[in-house]
């Protein structure tokens, strides 16, 4: 499978631990994305990457989030001193900006369980 | 601010039956419009988006600026269309890269 992908699929961590996601692209996909969801509702956005800058970050990213995209290839989002409000799915997506558009095409995600 | 709202959770239907899944959004701009999918046990997917006005699984959706609606549209639904619907809205041109979803839309094909 050589769509995007992510990293552990599924962690269970102890309030106020730090995890960390990893997420690989789609290759030679310029843009990589963070999404949020939790049960009964869409996805949220929370930061996104043109090559290695991160060009946006929603005000859902606390300071306890943090997101790096060295290289412009893989990357991660480390939670730190974690909550129980901040179990959810974790979605990466990635994309090429060209002249024929945008598609983003979206991980498996990572499911965080904070107890 | 932009929204998209996805009034109906859950819909139901029989095999054969026509099925709709609503959309409308708000955006002060000109936006793009798509439905992506969920399958049980797999990826988010795009299904497809307004710019391309094309047909996938027999799917269409027409966007309406005068009624601010993107619906998903399906004259004859089968089984394996049970999914979860998102619709969704970036902005274009150089706003193109954020993604605001709707709650979704759990789409059940009885046989």
């Known amino acids: 499978d050589t769509g995007v992908s992510q990293n552990p699929r599924h962690k269970i961590t102890k309030r106020g631990q730090n995890v960390t996601f990893r997420c690989d692209p789609i290759?030679?996909?310029?843009?990589l994305y963070w999404y949020r969801q939790t049960l009964g509702q869409g996805p949220e956005f929370l930061t996104y990457?043109?090559?290695?800058?991160?060009?946006?970050k929603s005000r859902l990213l606390s300071d306890r989030f943090s997101a790096e995209r060295p290289k412009g290839s893989f990357s991660t989002l480390e939670i730190q001193r974690t909550e129980q409000g901040d179990s959810a799915m974790y979605l990466c997506?990635?994309?090429?900006?060209?002249?024929?558009?945008?598609?983003?095409?979206f991980g498996e995600g990572s499911w965080l369980t904070v107890v | 601010a932009q929204r998209v709202t996805q009034p109906e959770k859950l819909l139901s239907v029989f095999k054969g039956a026509p099925v709709e899944l609503k959309c409308n959004y708000s955006?002060?701009?000109?936006?793009?419009l798509f439905w992506y999918v969920q399958y049980s046990r797999q990826r988010l997917q795009l299904l497809l988006r307004?710019?391309s006005r094309e047909s996938i699984k027999g799917f269409t959706a027409d966007l309406n600026k005068g009624e601010t609606s993107f619906h998903l549209k399906k004259p004859f639904a089968q089984e394996e269309d049970s999914a979860m619907y998102y619709c969704?809205?970036?902005?274009?041109?150089?706003?193109?890269?954020?993604?605001?979803f709707g709650k979704g839309t759990l789409l059940t094909v009885n046989p």
């Open positions: 955006y002060s701009g000109s936006p793009e």
């Open positions: 969704a809205l970036s902005g274009s041109g150089g706003s193109n890269y954020k993604l605001t």
């Open positions: 290759s030679e996909h310029n843009r």
């Open positions: 997506a990635s994309s090429f900006q060209g002249a024929s558009g945008n598609t983003i095409y």
């Open positions: 990457f043109q090559n290695e800058a991160q060009l946006e």
């Open positions: 307004h710019i």
